[in-house]
């Protein structure tokens, strides 16, 4: 079974830097995981992925040049460093695994992942 477990949220200020972290577990074949994010009143938005079998990369609009996503194999666990943070950044974030593609696309629909976790609460104040 897929599980993904997400941590490292918190409260900054404006400016400021979190590093998330997905840790993962059920499964051993190449993978593709998406970062999302569900701010108060709002859909659910895409906000990063990495696919381990091609390095490939995907960032939303509204994060690329300030989000780095990553990975570290041994520890089965994919990273997000969350860099110049703004208000709008204030989410609760979630991670998961797409079941349909193991490499990265901007089409992706949310439907193709499972094994979301309870999220982590980002805060960011002015």
């Known amino acids: 079974e897929v599980q993904l477990v997400e941590s490292g949220g918190g409260s900054v200020q404006a400016g400021g830097s979190l590093r998330l972290s997905c840790e993962a577990s059920?499964?051993?074949?190449?993978?593709?995981i998406g970062w999302f994010r569900q701010a108060p009143g709002k859909d659910l938005e895409a906000v990063s992925c990495?696919?381990?079998?091609?390095?490939?990369?995907y960032y939303s609009f509204s994060v690329k040049d300030r989000f780095a996503i990553s990975s570290d194999n041994a520890k089965n666990t994919v990273y997000l460093q969350m860099n110049g943070l703004k208000p709008e950044d204030t989410a609760v974030y979630y991670c998961?695994?797409?079941?349909?593609?193991?490499?990265?696309?901007?089409?992706?629909?949310?439907?193709?992942?499972?094994?979301w976790g309870q999220g982590t609460q980002v805060t960011v104040s002015t």
């Open positions: 998961a695994k797409n079941l349909m593609r193991s490499t990265c696309v901007s089409s992706a629909q949310v439907h193709e992942y499972a094994g």
């Open positions: 059920g499964f051993t074949d190449d993978y593709a």
């Open positions: 990495f696919s381990n079998n091609d390095g490939r990369t």
